[in-house]
């Protein structure tokens, strides 16, 4: 018989529980044991749901008090130098150490695969040594266990490990010390079999992305010695985000017993994988979306995995989600507010364990023995099909009339600078933020008293116009050159703008993970997209009426909606793109004519939805340019265009950056020292640039003479008539006890690196 399978759960808590526990933990309200006590619980209560869904077997060491990545670089002792010398005597602080900073900087940050979740790159060193030091993987097992729940080890694969991290030393390739990484994981299967466990799941996505023969030949001796350490041990092989292509023989070589595909983003791989799979080999079809909120056609999902029944005995097939249900929320039972229409198309993730188990009956029993579920699963996919909420022909035909000239600015660059100079009057290295300002505790509560009309609007407008009042102020003094509004009417830099928006819905409890204990309600953009009124206007009007300085309005980008929403499966998402940038293009157009001279729209996700496989980047890079083109081109050329990008690799997308064609362009660069600003470069980017030289994810404050050494850094690369100052990112999350000494230095490296300089023109 098929068996259930699910590969791994969200952590957080259906409403944010270890967020909560962490942060409390972080700052010294609650202690190691709390939010240790608080992490059992949720653990429990996960497996207490999969195992009441139907599910034979649950996923251990998927939970992760930070990031899964970081996890595995913890128990195999991949600890930097620079954090073994803190000496902190509490193990799990040091921990924290590497994953938010301390009195030393972070692990970098970057996005995971194609997703908005953020892990630790793991750091390595040439001669790196890797041993199992903490046994986190036996240890939830035994938890589990305890619990009465059989579980299955969830393990970061060696081979992603590796390729996920980066060696310091120049020239050097992680793949170099897969020999020695080895010996870690063998000692960590073999204390597995010792203790009788029947399954382990090794996760390799990177699988689904380019690889050389080097590589897929690590792939083979790698679980060759894997499969011979612990014979006993029964390895499951987890791929997903992809489809697997000319790895995929590879992957049907190695010595396991069985693998999971991604069904749902690779559907082409399934008939090669029926005619290569080896007799011994189970095959785990992901047929449940596990990186988005639809319900999954469940008559289409069953015939997909009937068809593999005729080539494969029942007993080698498992039926799963496509990935972990990291990425999805976990019960959409909790949401009361959702218009019932809405809430009808979706599943979350105890609604997607439902369908696994549904699709699995229905392989085992029958058609006839899901006959109910079945039926109310296509009526429901028909009422979303022929909805008029989805549908709006005014948007179809504007987008139809599109021409090449709604896609260029009149004049280049070096001329349109020449113009924004003029006036905008601007110093040598300007600085600025990238946006928001800290969302006080104080401020929290005023929004939830607003939503449970404890205070009326009219309150509550006037207490942000006191936050934005103060946010001027303090920018003021600190003599910044740009200013911002500081963003306390928004509560999130996708939501707010779609709850302004026609096609979008909200939940109440639909958090995601994006890194750490930061979370996000990604919305729902269900229909074609339209903007009812200005979004911004009056608030940016507003706060440049109390500043002596240029006040930039601020805008989310059309890419970066699109990626950081759960979207419509229903047409291309090009076609979704295109209707969100004439959204944003009406309100740019707004603001301009309203008088503001410095517009940054945001693009953070423009590299996150770069397909994995470099064949199919071409096309995905072409839409979105054109898509912030789009939103973008219709300023005149005093109008100084601005975007920010963060915590992603951008160095093999600079040509495509440099036809986004932004006046400035904001970035990260503070972890990686500036590394990135080397592609840009050795491509000639010819636009003005902000390297980041402060890391606004951790809580540590950056001496002047930090920034200093980084902006010289970025002098290397950048020529100084092109360098602005700024921070990585928004400062929503830190406290004004932070940010204000951080904007401190900020501000005195530019004015110290001026002093250097010849005089702006």
């Not at 996919?381 to 139809?400: G, P």
């Not at 040598?428 to 609007?457: C, V």
């Not at 944003?584 to 940054?600: F, K, N, S, W, Y």
Request: glycine residues 6%; aromatic residues 8%; proline residues 5%.
């Amino acid at each position: 018989m098929a068996i259930a399978l699910n590969l791994g759960f969200a952590r957080m808590g259906a409403r944010r529980e270890l967020k909560k526990a962490a942060e409390a933990y972080w700052s010294g309200k609650t202690d190691r044991e709390d939010l240790l006590s608080v992490a059992r619980g949720l653990r429990q209560r996960h497996w207490a749901h999969q195992t009441a869904a139907g599910f034979s077997q649950v996923p251990s060491g998927d939970f992760s008090l930070y990031d899964h990545v970081l996890d595995t670089a913890w128990m195999l002792d991949a600890i930097p130098a620079r954090f073994r010398s803190l000496d902190l005597a509490d193990d799990l602080d040091l921990y924290f150490a590497m994953a938010r900073g301390s009195a030393t900087q972070a692990l970098e940050m970057t996005k995971w695969f194609d997703t908005n979740y953020h892990y630790l790159v793991p750091e390595f060193t040439a001669d790196q040594e890797f041993r199992l030091a903490r046994n986190r993987q036996l240890d939830a097992y035994r938890e589990a266990k305890t619990f009465g729940f059989p579980a299955r080890p969830v393990i970061l694969g060696p081979l992603s490990f590796l390729l996920l991290g980066k060696v310091k030393q120049s020239g050097a390739r992680p793949l170099a010390l897969l020999d020695r990484v080895l010996g870690a994981y063998e000692e960590l299967l073999k204390s597995l079999q010792t203790e009788d466990v029947p399954w382990v799941q090794f996760d390799e996505p990177v699988l689904a992305t380019d690889l050389d023969d080097s590589i897929r030949d690590a792939f083979a001796r790698a679980y060759i010695r894997l499969a011979q350490c612990a014979p006993r041990l029964q390895i499951l092989l987890a791929t997903y985000f992809g489809s697997l292509r000319e790895n995929l023989p590879c992957a049907l070589r190695l010595p396991v017993h069985a693998i999971h595909l991604d069904l749902v983003r690779g559907p082409d791989q399934l008939e090669t994988a029926l005619s290569l799979a080896p007799d011994h080999v189970t095959l785990s079809l992901g047929v449940v979306d596990g990186r988005n909120i639809w319900k999954t056609d469940l008559a289409r999902a069953l015939t997909v995995a009937e068809r593999a029944a005729e080539k494969v005995s029942g007993e080698r097939i498992m039926i799963a989600p496509s990935c972990s249900l990291l990425h999805v929320p976990i019960d959409l039972s909790l949401e009361q507010k959702l218009p019932a229409a809405v809430k009808d198309w979706l599943a979350f993730g105890l609604q997607k364990l439902a369908e696994v188990a549904t699709i699995t009956r229905a392989l085992n029993q029958g058609r006839e023995a899901v006959r109910n579920e079945l039926e109310a699963n296509r009526e429901s996919l028909e009422r979303r099909r022929t909805s008029e909420l989805v549908h709006d022909d005014a948007v179809r035909e504007r987008l139809a009339a599109i021409t090449k000239h709604d896609f260029a600015r009149a004049s280049s660059f070096p001329a349109r600078k020449q113009k924004q100079q003029a006036v905008l009057c601007l110093p040598l290295f300007p600085t600025t933020t990238i946006g928001s300002f800290p969302q006080t505790a104080e401020l929290r509560r005023q929004r939830a008293r607003m939503r449970s009309n404890e205070i009326t609007a009219a309150e509550y407008d006037g207490f942000i116009r006191n936050e934005i009042s103060h946010a001027i102020a303090q920018q003021e003094k600190l003599g910044l050159d740009v200013l911002v509004h500081g963003e306390p009417e928004r509560n999130d830099m996708v939501e707010y703008f779609g709850e302004l928006l026609h096609g979008f819905a909200f939940t109440e409890n639909g958090w995601v993970q994006s890194y750490g204990s930061r979370c996000v309600k990604p919305p729902i953009l269900y229909g074609d997209v339209t903007r009812r009124e200005p979004m911004t206007v009056d608030w940016w009007r507003f706060a440049q009426n109390l500043a002596s300085r240029p006040m930039k309005g601020m805008l989310t980008g059309p890419v970066t909606v699109l990626q950081w929403s759960f979207v419509r499966d229903d047409q291309p998402r090009a076609d979704t793109c295109f209707q969100l940038a004439l959204a944003i293009r009406d309100e740019i157009l707004d603001l301009e004519a309203a008088g503001c001279r410095v517009i940054q729209i945001d693009e953070p996700a423009l590299r996150e939805g770069l397909p994995l496989r470099k064949s199919e980047a071409p096309g995905y890079l072409r839409w979105a340019v054109d898509a912030f083109r789009l939103a973008t081109a219709g300023v005149r050329d005093e109008t100084q265009i601005h975007t920010h990008m963060c915590y992603a690799e951008f160095n093999e997308i600079v040509d495509s950056i440099a036809a986004m064609d932004a006046d400035v362009i904001s970035m990260e660069s503070a972890r990686s020292q500036m590394e990135l600003l080397d592609a840009f470069a050795a491509y000639g980017y010819g636009n003005d640039i902000g390297p980041g030289v402060y890391d606004i994810h951790s809580p540590r404050v950056p001496s002047t003479d930090e920034m200093y050494t980084l902006l010289e850094r970025a002098l290397d690369a950048i020529p100084a008539e092109r360098l602005w100052v700024n921070p990585d990112c928004g400062l929503k999350t830190r406290r004004w006890e932070e940010v204000t000494p951080a904007l401190e230095h900020l501000v005195a490296a530019a004015i110290a690196l001026r002093n250097k300089r010849p005089a702006h023109n």
